[in-house]
């Protein structure tokens, strides 16, 4: 089984586009009819978030953590308790592709590190799209992590002890757990997600206030809270 595990706070504007793409993406021929458990982490909602999960058929789950850490880490024991052997997190104001999981599966690996593309540059400018675009790496073998595009082996996962219960930056210590255990990682920009731009972003210290930086400087602001642990510049 595979388990996706989705962190949501007041996400109504981007839920359901979300979840249609992972539902397409859960039934994708290549992976044979296996069974995919989706799981939205209702996180403090107080606007419709949780009715258009149900409206999908999607299995939703509330808390009331505003700690993205901790609600990744509850979504990952819930799916790893019903049988999934394989987690992906995205997020809720992300679109990933049909091929996402299928992808994620094939490289039969313990871990794998996803891109991401924006979905406009409208709010921010092309002096900014620009600035982004040449900071951040498409190509094999990068070194970004996002929650938004994240696949993990459920054994690896529990080795390197999930998910911290931190407000930011959880993927980034989580990988760098991973890493720790030697757990094999693979870093593609093959099968990239797409994520908002909004100006309005949920976590402080996430890629939404990564990209707020870049309206204000020339150079990549708040470098040493996304290092991975081979000190290379990540994104997360």
Not at 23 to 50: M, R
Not at 110 to 115: E, K, P
């Amino acid at each position: 089984m595979i388990g996706i595990v989705i962190p949501a706070h007041n996400e109504e504007k981007h839920i359901s586009k979300c979840l249609e793409a992972v539902l397409l993406a859960a039934e994708h021929p290549s992976l044979q009819g296996q069974p995919v458990e989706i799981l939205v982490v209702l996180d403090d909602c107080s606007d419709s978030t949780a009715a258009l999960v149900s409206a999908k058929g999607v299995t939703s789950m509330d808390v009331c953590f505003r700690n993205v850490g901790k609600t990744r880490a509850v979504g990952a024991e819930h799916v790893l308790k019903v049988g999934a052997r394989w987690l992906a997190f995205t997020d809720a104001d992300t679109v990933v592709p049909p091929d996402w999981l299928a992808r994620q599966i094939e490289f039969d690996a313990d871990a794998v590190c996803g891109t991401v593309e924006v979905d406009s540059w409208s709010e921010y400018g092309e002096a900014t799209r620009t600035k982004y675009l040449a900071l951040y790496q498409f190509i094999e073998n990068h070194r970004h992590i996002h929650g938004a595009n994240l696949g993990i082996n459920a054994d690896a996962y529990r080795r390197a002890g999930g998910f911290q219960h931190l407000i930011a930056h959880e993927d980034v210590q989580l990988v760098a757990d991973l890493e720790r255990i030697g757990a094999r990682i693979v870093w593609t920009a093959t099968n990239p997600v797409i994520t908002s731009a909004r100006r309005d972003y949920k976590c402080r210290g996430g890629f939404g206030e990564y990209l707020a930086t870049l309206i204000t400087s020339n150079t990549h602001m708040g470098v040493e809270p996304f290092m991975n642990a081979d000190a290379t510049p990540g994104i997360g």
